[in-house]
């Protein structure tokens, strides 16, 4: 059985005095997906800020790749192939899909210093290819159906490497046709040793 590529020991976090999270053991390995389940307030969203690099632990140890981690922020958990897509995604919607693709990394330039927004376009195109996904890469973000902007979060989280993919409700706003493509795409992450954490409110999805 493989190492476990998440493990949390005794995490736990209080908010003012009130207990946020109580002493959590999880272990989650390579491919694997845990389903996440809870009533509103059972720590289902701090747990995600804690593995996302929102907050921190109060207590108890987090290992990352078999060592202690602790992230500082988003960034750092990202940097660390930890991605999350949260219900409510945060885009740019008056920017193109590229542009929101590559967000907070180096564009390409011309050597003058102004950006070459053709190798932009084909770096974008490239990594929706990887996920075979056929979207318009100079269209505007906002123009995309709720499906196309989920699917091109993955795809922006998977071209950084993430080994660890954090699904906050994915299907809210998707149609029946768009969440079984969601899973067909969750299916093949699995077998390439994507671990997930799914939370969900609806129980014949997480089975």
């Known amino acids: 059985m493989p190492a476990p590529i998440l493990k949390l020991d005794s995490v736990e976090k209080s908010f003012a005095g009130v207990k946020a999270l109580k002493p959590l053991q999880l272990e989650l390995g390579p491919g694997e997906v845990l389903g996440l389940v809870g009533e509103n307030g059972a720590g289902k969203s701090t747990l995600i800020k804690i593995l996302s690099g929102v907050h921190g632990p109060d207590a108890g140890q987090f290992f990352w790749k078999g060592n202690a981690a602790r992230f500082h922020s988003p960034h750092d958990a990202l940097e660390a192939g930890i991605a999350t897509i949260h219900q409510e995604l945060a885009y740019f919607g008056h920017l193109s899909v590229a542009e929101n693709m590559l967000m907070g990394e180096d564009w390409p330039r011309y050597r003058w210093g102004g950006i070459n927004w053709d190798r932009l376009h084909a770096e974008a195109q490239k990594q929706l290819a990887r996920f075979d996904l056929d979207i318009p890469t100079r269209l505007a973000f906002a123009n ?3 499906a196309q902007k989920q699917e091109v979060a993955i795809a922006r ?3 950084r490497q993430a080994r660890l ?3 906050d409700e994915p299907t809210a706003s998707l149609s029946e046709p768009e969440v079984q493509r969601l899973f067909s ?4 992450l699995r077998e390439e040793g994507v671990a997930m954490i799914y939370v969900s409110h609806r129980l014949d999805e997480i089975l």
């Open 185 to 188: 795409h969750l299916r093949r």
């Open 165 to 167: 993919l954090i699904l």
């Open 157 to 159: 989280a998977l071209s």
């Open 144 to 146: 995309l159906s709720s």
